[in-house]
T-cell receptor, first 116, second 113 residues
Framework: DTAVSQTPKYLVTQMGNDKSIKCEQN?????MYWYKQDSKKFLKIMFS???????INETVPNRFSPKSPDKAHLNLHINSLELGDSAVYFC???????????????FGPGTRLLVL | RKEVEQDPGPFNVPEGATVAFNCTYS??????FFWYRQDCRKEPKLLMS???SGNEDGRFTAQLNRASQYISLLIRDSKLSDSATYLC??????????????FGRGTQLTVWP
């Protein structure tokens, strides 16, 4: 009964490859997110989807493309992987909120990506 | 300037000690404030929300000073299990209909026996 799950947990790949990370939540939440946590442990939002619609798109290279087939899933596809993409990628979900509301985000266990 | 600034530590304290973490945020229009906890190689988890009047949850006390744009977390009677990284988190909307969370880099705490 995992709330937010991600696959794979670890991903080691060569520079230039294309890879995908999958995320699923069974909390019935409307909003899902992708975060990147770099080697300095700084956690930064990349994308947010609300009911399959892209809401937040931070300054992220267009090699990163999120896809939300339904509101319980948010996948992240990365083209032409670079060394600097090595990081931990966290998926999260929350109930939809308007700005100003309290909100709790539930995080997946993370995907540790290493690009060689 | 980062949205949320925290002292990264590390803080190394003995069991039973009281320890305080501080955090400042840059957007005066920020609406909501939180402390998350992240254990080593794990995902962040909500520790507690921070309310304007200050709030307490067992050994944990959070304070908010909107005028100074300052948030604090006090941990009393530290336990070994409190060892983790504590993330200061701020919700801002930046003009969109959906708020977004901004995370500080976290303050690392180690409690030793």
């Amino acid at each position: 009964d995992t709330a937010v799950s991600q696959t794979p947990k670890y991903l080691v790949t060569q520079m230039g490859n294309d890879k995908s990370i999958k995320c699923e939540q069974n909390l019935g939440h409307d909003t899902m997110y992708w975060y990147k946590q770099d080697s300095k442990k700084f956690l930064k939002i990349m994308f947010s989807y609300n009911n399959k619609e892209l809401i937040i798109n931070e300054t992220v290279p267009n090699r990163f493309s999120p896809k939300s087939p339904d509101k319980a899933h948010l996948n992240l596809h990365i083209n032409s992987l670079e060394l600097g993409d090595s990081a931990v990628y966290f998926c999260a979900s929350s109930q939809v909120v308007l700005a100003g509301d309290q909100e709790t985000q539930y995080f997946g266990p993370g995907t540790r990506l290493l690009v060689l | 300037r980062k949205e949320v600034e925290q002292d990264p530590g590390p803080f190394n304290v003995p069991e039973g000690a009281t320890v305080a973490f501080n955090c400042t945020y840059s957007n005066s229009a920020s609406q909501s404030f939180f402390w998350y906890r992240q254990d080593c190689r794990k995902e962040p988890k909500l520790l507690m929300s921070v309310y304007s009047s200050g709030n307490e949850d067992g050994r944990f006390t959070a304070q908010l000073n909107r005028a100074s744009q300052y948030i604090s977390l006090l941990i009393r009677d530290s336990k070994l299990s409190d060892s983790a990284t504590y993330l200061c988190v701020v919700l801002s909307d930046r003009g969109s209909t959906l708020g977004r969370l901004y995370f500080g880099r976290g303050t690392q705490l180690t409690v030793w026996p």
